[in-house]
């Protein structure tokens, strides 16, 4: 039964239906340029067209090698994958959607010149990243919010589940994976017993990250409970390059009491109920104060998009919160893919963070397959003296992916990173720490998914108190892994070959 399952999976059953299309087309095709010249003669001038649509794109050379490539190895294959796959534009009532959730929130993120000034003068020294993210994400960050790191999984859901309790308004979650088991098991009858008292609960779900984890049939009985679910871009069996676009955050938001952000998604192995891949190394942060506002704009902001519906956006985001005494400002951020964002806003963060840093990174990432601007970024930062930690997993989920990033190695180890293998597992945290005093905290990888293809979010933290035990999480961390150096990295032959082809593709990874 098992075995027919699987083979029946929605989504396997939407990949062979576009795997089917793309075959007809390509037979058609095909037929038609071997029998007929005009036929040929019309690929060749389409192929040129789109050769120069693509070399004329502001982005860079390495989004637009692989299609040159698949244009000029095989030109009618070419053109049917770029009709069918290349980003498409928005919609004109998808895009009015967007702008209209996007200005309804925006008036609850202005601040007054005053505290833009106050802001800028206490962020000084590392203002470039904070500019940078005020210029384009229209978002402030703030003083006077309580900050708690989690350095695993079982820490996180232990508070979670206990902040889950406490709430009386709404539960707004929004998460890549939601897994059936047992966090999951703690968590819906949470979320049942809130509901049934009168608790809004709202839930986001990548509809091709819980996929096979997160059954329909849970969905109506969530529903049933008065539980809003929205499965964010549904597969359905239609070639199109969207289904690259998936939503890759995670937060969770309890009434304007608690709002969580970080690497974790709600499945057994963060927790480490369940060994997947050795140890699972996660991070989250918890958010207490007037930086929430921005994680419930993004949460608002995706649900009303995409779920076409009309929040009460005075409601949740002009309750006061309590100020903390705690030093330290907090400005959570979210990103996205064209068409829907203009800019690669956590590529340029972790580039501005680095172009900043001026004693000691340190970085942790599940992947390394980064564009070639973050990955000069990191080297660079190494040949003008910073030290630069790089902590990659010991036992990685996808050994495709890993050995891409393996070639990568020794364009960072000749300019001086340091390099460490985490021994007990995978760690799928994406945390970055500069100079002990600013950090990163968030859902976006060194990889192209994450920068380019993802709606991710994250946080940017500045002298918070929760910076020391970041720090002593890397140290306990490094303490664990192995040292990769020239002497002892080794790739063979074959895996060094295929980086090379996969390389050329990577962008698409």
Excluded at 165 to 189: D, N, T
Aim: positive net charge.
């Amino acid at each position: 039964m098992k075995l027919i399952r699987r083979l029946f999976n929605r989504v396997i059953l939407v990949v062979f239906a576009i795997i089917l299309q793309v075959a007809v087309f390509a037979v058609l095709a095909t037929y038609t340029s071997n029998y007929f010249w005009l036929t040929r003669l019309a690929t060749s001038a389409i192929a040129v067209i789109i050769f120069g649509f693509v070399v004329s794109k502001k982005e860079p050379p390495e989004f637009k090698i692989p299609w040159i490539t698949i244009l000029l190895l095989v030109p009618v294959f070419g053109i049917i994958i770029f009709i069918l796959f290349y980003p498409r534009r928005v919609r004109k009532k998808e895009k009015e959607r967007i702008i209209h959730a996007h200005n309804q929130c925006i008036a609850y993120t202005k601040i007054s010149d005053i505290e833009a000034l106050k802001f800028k003068e206490y962020t000084s020294e590392y203002s470039p990243v904070f500019d940078y993210l005020r210029g384009v994400t229209s978002f402030n960050g703030s003083l006077g919010n309580d900050v708690k790191y989690y350095p695993n999984g079982e820490e996180f859901f232990k508070d979670f589940i206990k902040n889950l309790k406490e709430a009386e308004e709404f539960i707004f979650l929004e998460f890549f994976i939601v897994a059936e088991g047992q966090i999951w098991g703690e968590i819906c009858s949470i979320l049942k017993e809130k509901a049934a008292i009168g608790v809004e609960v709202r839930i986001i779900v990548d509809d091709f990250g819980s996929n096979g984890v997160f059954s329909r049939k849970l969905e109506k009985e969530l529903k049933l409970c008065g539980i809003k679910i929205f499965r964010f871009n549904p597969f359905k069996p239609i070639v199109s390059g969207i289904y690259n676009n998936r939503d890759h955050r995670k937060i969770a938001i309890i009434d304007h009491k608690y709002g969580f952000t970080g690497g974790m998604n709600i499945a057994d192995e963060y927790a480490n109920i369940i060994n997947r891949f050795g140890y699972w190394k996660d991070t989250m942060v918890r958010i207490r104060g007037k930086a929430i506002t921005n994680l419930i704009i993004l949460f608002l902001e995706t649900y009303d998009s995409f779920a076409e519906t009309n929040s009460d956006y005075k409601r949740y985001c002009t309750k006061p919160y309590e100020a903390y005494s705690l030093e330290g400002f907090v400005f959570p951020f979210g990103d996205g893919p064209q068409p829907y964002f203009q800019e690669y806003v956590s590529e340029t963060v972790y580039i501005s963070m680095l172009n900043v840093a001026k004693y000691v990174v340190y970085i942790s990432t599940p992947y390394l397959v980064p564009t070639f601007n973050l990955l000069s970024a990191v080297r660079n930062a190494a040949l003008r003296g910073v030290e630069v930690n790089l902590i990659l997993p010991g036992i990685p989920d996808k050994k495709l992916i890993y050995n891409v990033a393996k070639s990568n190695f020794k364009y960072l180890l000749t300019a001086g990173v340091n390099i460490y293998i985490y021994k007990p597992g995978f760690n799928h945290m994406k945390t970055v720490l500069i100079d002990d005093c600013l950090a990163y905290v968030g859902t976006a990888n060194f990889d192209y998914r994450s920068l380019v293809h993802h709606f991710e979010c994250g946080v940017v933290l500045y002298k918070c108190e929760c910076l020391r035990d970041i720090k002593l999480d890397f140290t306990q961390m490094i303490s664990e892994c192995t040292k990769i150096d020239k002497y002892t990295y080794k790739v063979s032959l074959f895996s060094r070959l295929a980086a090379t082809l996969l390389s050329v593709f990577s962008t698409m990874l």
